[in-house]
Nanobody, 123 residues
Framework: QLQASGGGLVQAGGSLRLSCAAS????????TGWFRRAPGKERELVSY??????????YYADSVKGRFTISRDNAKNTVDLQMNSLNPEDTAVYYC????????????????WGQGTQVTVSS
């Protein structure tokens, strides 16, 4: 039901735009988050955006603050993650996820998960 896309290989300092699309769910009804799992590391929360009905608050991990921007495109039923100034530490598989409540940094609080998209940043 969820599909993350937009990953790829980019040089350090470059940009990518990830997109999370849903086929049978209306994303604006959910808080939507982006997580990532780097090789040998645990999955971590990168960013989320609360549903508009709950205020649409956004959150960013300290490691991406100022470089990543999360946004909704209600017409396309997507939530995008614009990633700028990428560095090798951003290399990971990125996943989008949904939950009905407010955002949370605990993976177990998220109900729906999409297949990941690989982001590789070369130095």
């Amino acid at each position: 039901q969820l599909q993350a896309s937009g990953g790829g290989l980019v040089q350090a300092g470059g940009s990518l735009r990830l997109s999370c699309a849903a086929s049978e769910l209306t994303l604006r009804s959910y808080t939507t988050g982006w997580f990532r799992r780097a090789p040998g590391k645990e999955r971590e929360l990168v960013s989320y955006i609360d549903r508009p009905g709950s205020g649409g608050r956004t959150y960013y991990a300290d490691s991406v603050k100022g470089r990543f921007t999360i946004s909704r495109d209600n017409a396309k039923n997507t939530v995008d993650l614009q990633m700028n100034s990428l560095n090798p530490e951003d290399t990971a598989v990125y996943y989008c996820a949904l939950r009905l409540g407010m955002g949370s940094d605990r993976s177990r609080d998220w109900r729906y998960w999409g297949q990941g998209t690989q982001v590789t940043v070369s130095s």
